[in-house]
């Protein structure tokens, strides 16, 4: 019995190994038969690379003798182009250079043109500068000829006034009798200053002067540094102790005593005039300029 199961399970196992030899064969006759079909797969590719340059170079090669023809018409098409946008930027730089110069040319004109203007009114302006200041240097030598001419007249007025005067003190001299002369002579001692420098006192000192005004046109008539007169021959008055004079038809007092260093017949003797300083009116010694009496004006 152990025998028959012995020999089964041996027949069995051949059966098996029978049975897997052939499958491996069928197995690897396949996969032989396989490999040709891949490597021929694989070499399609590579052939087909190594195809495809030539196939563009013989592409290109069929191509470029029709697109040469192409190329070479549109190159000389554009080569006329081209020279005329040269041309026209040439021609367009020439106007701008042309128009350059003009405006340069045009500039320089109107340069010149300003400059001579300006050159002619500066000659202008000194001709008129010249002619002003030789009108002003002729009026200036007319006035002072007239000055001069003025001076002369007022210069002659005065000798034949200084003349008239003397001839009349003469007379009045002669006229007046000693105890006349005598008589003023006291009476002008009383208005003798001591030491008339602490006496005296300017109408600043005083407080202004508050008399009466002469108006100007009158003033200049009669009074003033050219308009000299003697007091001995003048009309004489005494109010409150003051003596007054009339000249030029208004009375005038002295405020002041007259200076101790003046002769004593002064009165007589030196040429005064009336003249309005500063702060008011004053009688002036021509023989002592620097002294000022105070005197004040009165209607009546």
């Known amino acids: ?84 946008q040269q041309r026209q930027q040439q021609q367009a730089q020439g106007q701008r250079q042309q128009q350059q110069q003009d405006n340069s040319a045009k500039q320089q004109q109107q340069a010149r043109g300003q400059r001579d203007q300006q050159r002619q009114q500066q000659d202008n302006s000194a001709r008129q500068n010249q002619q002003q200041a030789t009108r002003q240097h002729d009026q200036q030598q007319q006035q002072q ?67 009466y005004r002469v108006p100007d046109d009158r003033f200049r008539g009669y009074y003033g540094e050219s308009h000299e007169f003697r007091i001995y021959s003048l009309p004489v008055i005494y109010v409150g102790g003051q003596r007054r004079f009339q000249y030029g038809g208004y009375w005038f007092g002295l405020i002041d005593p007259w200076p101790e260093y003046w002769s004593s017949d002064w009165y007589d003797s030196d040429d005064v005039y009336v003249d309005y300083y500063g702060d008011g009116y004053y009688l002036f010694n021509r023989r002592y300029p620097g002294d000022r009496i105070a005197i004040s004006f009165y209607v009546n």
Do not use: C
């Not at 002008?188 to 006496?199: E, K, T, V």
């Open 1 to 84: 019995m152990l025998k028959s199961f012995r020999i089964i399970v041996s027949s069995a196992v051949l059966l098996l190994l029978g049975w897997s030899v052939p499958a491996e064969a069928r197995q690897d006759k396949q996969e032989e038969k396989a490999k040709p079909a891949q490597h021929e797969q694989q070499a399609k590719p590579e052939r087909q690379q190594s195809q495809a340059p030539q196939q563009q170079h013989q592409q290109q090669q069929s191509q470029a003798p029709r697109q040469q023809p192409q190329q070479r018409q549109q190159q000389q098409a554009q080569v006329p182009q081209q020279q005329k």
């Open 145 to 211: 000829r007239q000055q001069q001419d003025n001076s002369a007249r007022q210069r002659q007025a005065r000798g034949q006034q200084d003349q008239q005067r003397q001839q009349q003190d003469n007379r009045s001299a002669q006229q007046r009798s000693p105890a006349q002369v005598h008589q003023q002579q006291v009476a002008w001692q009383g208005d003798r200053a001591h030491s008339w420098q602490s006496q005296h006192r300017t109408w600043q000192q005083r407080g202004g002067y508050n008399g």
